[in-house]
């Protein structure tokens, strides 16, 4: 999963490939392989800070962020 993330990482620091979407299910993958929870929380934060409302395109995302949260504080 490190490689896969990495990799994933590596394409989205060019600014012409990705989306904010993509940058938040990176931040998403992150905070699942974070150790310290505290650090999760904030990955989470950050990938829910990207969107910029809940629309048709990220619908799917955001209800996974939030359901995802749940898996970060416990």
Same mark, same amino acid.
């Given at each position: 999963?490190?490689? *896969? *993330?990495?990799? $994933? ?6 600014? $012409? $490939? ?24 904030? +990955? ?9 409302? $809940? ?5 799917? +995302? *955001? ?9 970060? *504080?416990?």
């Amino acid at each position: 999963m490190k490689k *896969v *993330v990495a990799e $994933i990482e590596n394409l989205l620091n060019n600014s $012409i $490939i990705g989306t904010a979407s993509d940058n938040a299910l990176l931040l998403d993958y992150k905070a699942a392989m974070e150790d310290q929870t505290s650090k999760a929380i904030k +990955l989470k934060q950050q990938a829910f800070e990207l969107q910029t409302g $809940i629309n048709a395109d990220n619908a799917l +995302l *955001v209800s996974n962020l939030n359901a995802n949260m749940d898996f970060a *504080v416990t």
